[in-house]
């Protein structure tokens, strides 16, 4: 039982409250200097309170990021990636939990302690698979000596190559497996009653019908937690979409916003910098509050 005590629900009030302002601060500077002129923006010391050119300051983002292109593909892909992440680690967990094979333990804590690998050190090999996804499959030809042989009998050489440099399947397919997906089915799937899966073997279902028309649609608040927490993750991307696109664009908004950074000796035009966080920051934004009782649920239900 937990004690009431009064100085506890002081410091703990005080505590949130210390840590709301703390989160809550760099928010309120950007929309003030969102606000502000160039004049204002740059004014010592720090203005506190709004200015009247919010709407021109976004306006003037809009126009010269041009956001609308950016944000189409940053909808593209966020969409793409939480699907994607979505089926795959429900698929993975399916395989982990209800079916009997010997090293199943030891596959899922191979994908679970890939979450000690951030994408920065992922990244030089992904990279070189997305330049060419069908690389291994011709090295494999290669070692086995079937490339040759089939260049001598026909005079045609294989040549695999699928690059996935600027394009929709580069900047979504490499970032699609998921270790926080798995483990969330896999802790939810473990609390469904073995009497459900024998009634549904009795009703004639196969692995996919059980899948499909029982797992499914019990995994509603694991499928909004998890796509609430995917989709977050995808809209900020930076790295990635920064190395596989070449070409304007296929750029998303965090590498189109990272451009309006003032540098050197241009103009510290920050108002519109930080108009255009405001806009970038508002879709992820939306999701959260709107999934947020989801996404709590989704949370609580996964424990076992």
């Given at each position: 039982?937990?004690?009431?005590r009064p100085?506890?629900?002081?410091?703990?009030?005080?505590?949130?409250l210390?840590?709301?302002?703390a989160?809550?601060l760099?928010?309120?500077?950007?929309?003030v200097?969102?606000?502000?002129?160039?004049?204002g923006?740059?004014?010592?010391?720090i203005?506190w309170l709004?200015?009247?050119?919010l709407l021109?300051?976004?306006?003037e983002?809009?126009?010269?990021?041009?956001?609308?292109?950016?944000?189409?593909?940053?909808?593209?892909?966020?969409?793409?990636?939480?699907?994607?992440?979505i089926?795959?680690a429900?698929?993975a967990?399916?395989a982990i939990?209800?079916?009997?094979?010997?090293?199943?333990q030891?596959?899922f804590?191979l994908?679970?302690?890939?979450?000690m690998?951030p994408l920065?050190v992922?990244?030089?090999?992904?990279?070189?698979?997305?330049?060419?996804?069908l690389?291994?499959?011709?090295?494999?030809?290669?070692v086995?000596?079937?490339?040759?042989?089939?260049?001598?009998?026909?005079?045609v050489?294989?040549?695999?190559e699928w690059?996935?440099?600027?394009?929709y399947?580069?900047?979504?397919?490499?970032?699609?497996?998921?270790?926080?997906?798995?483990?969330?089915?896999r802790?939810f799937f473990?609390?469904?009653p073995?009497e459900?899966?024998?009634?549904?073997k009795?009703?004639?279902?196969?692995?996919?019908?059980?899948?499909?028309?029982?797992?499914?649609?019990?995994?509603?608040?694991?499928?909004?937690?998890?796509?609430?927490i995917?989709?977050?993750?995808?809209?900020?991307q930076?790295?990635?979409?920064l190395l596989?696109?070449t070409?304007?664009?296929r750029?998303?908004?965090?590498?189109?916003?990272?451009?309006?950074?003032?540098r050197?000796d241009?103009?510290?035009?920050?108002?519109v910098?930080?108009a255009?966080?405001?806009?970038v920051?508002?879709?992820?934004?939306?999701?959260v509050?709107?999934?947020?009782?989801?996404?709590?649920?989704?949370?609580?239900?996964?424990?076992?």
């Open positions: 039982m937990v004690e009431r100085w506890l629900d002081l410091f703990t009030h005080a505590l949130l210390f840590s709301a302002l989160l809550l760099p928010v309120w500077l950007g929309f200097a969102a606000t502000q002129n160039l004049a923006v740059n004014s010592i010391p203005n709004p200015g009247p050119h021109d300051n976004l306006g983002a809009w126009r010269r990021g041009d956001f609308g292109t950016r944000f189409t593909t940053s909808f593209i892909v966020a969409a793409g990636v939480t699907a994607g992440k089926l795959l429900m698929l967990a399916f939990v209800f079916f009997q094979w010997r090293a199943k030891i596959v804590w994908i679970f302690l890939t979450l690998l920065e992922r990244i030089v090999p992904t990279y070189a698979v997305a330049a060419n996804a690389a291994p499959f011709q090295a494999i030809l290669d086995l000596g079937l490339t040759g042989l089939v260049e001598t009998l026909s005079g050489r294989i040549a695999l690059r996935l440099l600027n394009s399947a580069g900047l979504i397919l490499p970032l699609i497996a998921t270790a926080t997906g798995t483990f969330l089915y802790q473990l609390t469904i073995e459900l899966v024998e009634a549904a009795m009703d004639g279902a196969g692995p996919l019908r059980f899948l499909r028309d029982v797992l499914a649609p019990l995994s509603t608040t694991t499928i909004a937690a998890l796509a609430t995917q989709f977050v993750y995808s809209w900020n930076y790295l990635w979409p596989v696109t070409e304007p664009d750029t998303t908004v965090m590498v189109q916003l990272s451009r309006m950074v003032p050197g241009s103009l510290p035009e920050w108002n910098a930080m255009g966080v405001m806009l920051m508002l879709p992820p934004l939306l999701v509050i709107l999934m947020q009782r989801w996404f709590v649920r989704g949370l609580v239900q996964t424990e076992k």
